[in-house]
């Protein structure tokens, strides 16, 4: 492996410019900086990770705290493409991620001591159970942290305007002329607060109103947990006419539910859901549902982090709410005929 010496001798150049290129400084001019950059990637340089922490007090590492009782876990397609788009962001800018997990070798520890042995710069939390002590000791610790789904006064939270996506997904399933609206929800967190804002707001507005036994609280991405809740909707005395899930997956578990009991859809029961997964988008009849910006979502809470990372004293720390997108597919009827 090269050194910095043998480096600063094929280009002409001290060390200390060497040192200066390879570890960001503005003092030497551009075209130097290049020069000595294809120099050390042609020779194979990589510096030394501890002499690097030591002098530049970055390990240039971030924690990646993925916590989720979820079957799909990372193979969850929502949370891939944020995390896929993460990594990609946080690459380019020089950085490795490293999820935090509750073991070194044989030794169980917690989140922030997990975040202190390897002297992490930051940390990004995509899915956790955010009451959590041990989640909220982490974030109140002092690292920079982003959220996703989730605000802290203590972090940057990146966000999906959950309440104006279900304001405009209840709006458009009354415009279809639907007036008797089940909801199962997901269980309680900061998106499914703002999401049965909006949706109890627009019901409000049009002056709709549902019987408590039209909302049922679920489990997200859960297709199994919303098949038993669309059971007991669908043989209610005076069942709804659209069912909406927290999300896709939960929204296929309904449509399981009315094949078994043999009803069409959108014809017999109309469903939608909320994330816009690939699969959902697939289906016959499409699914209507608010499609989130995944890869924005990963490559905005890397840009954030990044900024309160190497800018603590001038990033703040701000909720970013990212717009959605309502998909008009053919899983709702139009109760009003054609138009």
């Known amino acids: 492996m090269a050194t ?50 030591l002098k530049m007090k970055k390990t240039y590492n971030i924690g990646v705290l993925f916590s989720t009782l979820s079957e799909h876990g990372l193979r969850n397609e929502y949370f891939a493409h944020i995390l896929a788009a993460f990594k990609e962001k946080t690459a380019k800018q020089g950085y490795d991620i490293t999820f935090i997990e509750h073991n070194i070798g044989n030794r169980k520890i917690t989140y922030l001591d997990h975040c202190r042995y390897r002297n992490f710069d930051g940390v990004f939390i995509p899915c956790a159970e955010f009451t959590d002590p041990e989640v909220l000791e982490l974030v109140d610790s002092g690292y920079p942290v982003v959220t996703i789904d989730h605000a802290f006064n203590e972090a940057i ?68 947990s919303a098949e038993d809740l669309a059971q007991c909707l669908l043989k209610l005395p005076d069942p709804p006419t659209c069912i909406v899930a927290p999300d896709d997956y939960a929204a296929l578990g309904i449509m399981n539910t009315a094949k078994k009991l043999e009803l069409k859809i959108p014809e017999d029961i109309s469903v939608a859901g909320y994330d816009g997964i690939t699969v959902a988008l697939a289906l016959k009849p499409k699914l209507t549902t608010v499609k989130q910006d995944t890869d924005r979502i990963g490559s905005e809470a890397a840009r954030q982090l990044i900024n309160l990372m190497e800018n603590p004293m001038t990033t703040s720390l701000d909720n970013i709410y990212l717009k959605v997108q309502l998909v008009k597919g053919g899983s709702v009827r139009n109760l009003r005929g054609a138009v």
């Open 157 to 224: 939270s990146v966000l999906s305007n959950n309440a104006d996506g279900m304001r405009q997904l209840t709006q458009y399933i009354i415009d279809q002329g639907h007036t008797k609206i089940a909801y199962i929800y997901g269980s309680k967190s900061f998106v499914t607060h703002n999401r049965l804002a909006g949706f109890n707001n627009v019901l409000k507005e049009n002056g709709i109103s549902i019987p408590e036994e039209y909302f049922l609280e679920g489990v997200y991405r859960s297709a199994e």
């Open 4 to 53: 910095m010496k043998e480096i600063s001798l094929k280009c002409g150049v001290s060390v200390s410019t060497v040192s200066k290129a390879l570890n960001g400084y503005r003092d030497i001019s551009e075209s130097t900086r290049k020069m000595i950059l294809k120099a050390a990637n042609e020779a194979g340089y990589f510096p030394d990770a501890n002499a690097r922490v």
